[in-house]
């Protein structure tokens, strides 16, 4: 998985997924328990430098990907 490499690597890293299912399972492998919080966009799940936003790649607004480097 590329996001817990380029998380120790120490870049903030955002994901995006509709599955809650997915989530869980992808910080309980890497095994790290998220702190969670609601926005406009959708549920946030915040382990660290990984962030991943329960909801819709497509409703991301330019102000949530303005720190962006890459995709």
């Known amino acids: ?4 490499w380029l998380a ?4 903030h890293v955002l994901g995006v997924e509709l ?3 997915a989530i869980e399972q992808f910080f309980a492998g890497q095994r790290l328990t998220p702190e969670q919080h609601q926005s406009p966009l959708g549920v946030h799940h915040v382990a660290g430098r990984i ?3 329960q909801g819709d790649v497509f409703a991301l607004d330019d ?3 303005a720190s ?3 995709v």
């Open 68 to 70: 962006c480097h890459a």
């Open 51 to 53: 962030e991943i936003i």
């Open 8 to 11: 120790a690597q120490g870049h």
């Open 63 to 65: 102000a949530t990907l």
């Open 1 to 4: 998985l590329d996001m817990p």
């Open 19 to 21: 599955s809650p299912l």
